[in-house]
């Protein structure tokens, strides 16, 4: 997976856990099965930048943990027909994703687990929105937290 990861938090994230990022990602990816192609990036932010973000992009005026930008095509392209085998080397971009490292501290202190494990759940669940996820209804959402928790107890990021 092509990943781009950007810290733009005043306490700049250690270095142990941009590779957790990078890990956790790359074996969230082989879990679904994506090319080798696949981009993506991961902003680590503090909570005013991810407050206003959500604020502009969700109309929501407060602090959020993760918030996922799925790349989207504007459709007005002219589709171009490759051969199957060209088709398949394309990379594919996923969209963003913006993580709150303050909010990352914040719930794993609330919720009585290491930052590490919460770093771990923030970043597949963002993913596995830009992967078109989602858990609006009961059965999306049994298959969303099924998959996110397999994915993170297979890591070895267990509760």
Do not use: C, W
Request: glycine fraction near 6%; charged fraction near 30%.
């Amino acid at each position: 997976m092509e990943l781009e990861i950007f810290d733009h938090t005043s306490q700049k994230v250690s270095t142990a856990h941009i590779e957790l990022i990078k890990k956790l990602l790359e074996f969230a990816g082989n879990k679904l099965e994506l090319a080798d192609s696949t981009e993506m990036s991961v902003t680590l932010v503090n909570n005013p930048e991810i407050r206003e973000l959500n604020s502009q992009y969700r109309h929501v005026d407060r602090a959020t943990d993760v918030l996922s930008f799925v790349a989207e095509e504007s459709g007005d392209e002219t589709p171009i027909i490759l051969a199957p085998e060209l088709a398949a080397e394309l990379p594919v971009n996923l969209g963003d994703l913006f993580i709150s490292i303050d909010k990352v501290a914040e719930q794993a202190k609330f919720l009585g687990h290491s930052f590490d494990r919460e770093l771990g759940f923030l970043v597949v669940h963002g993913f596995l929105h830009l992967n078109g996820y989602d858990h609006e209804q009961p059965e999306d959402e049994k298959e969303m937290f099924t998959l996110q928790r397999e994915i993170l107890d297979q890591y070895g990021l267990e509760r």
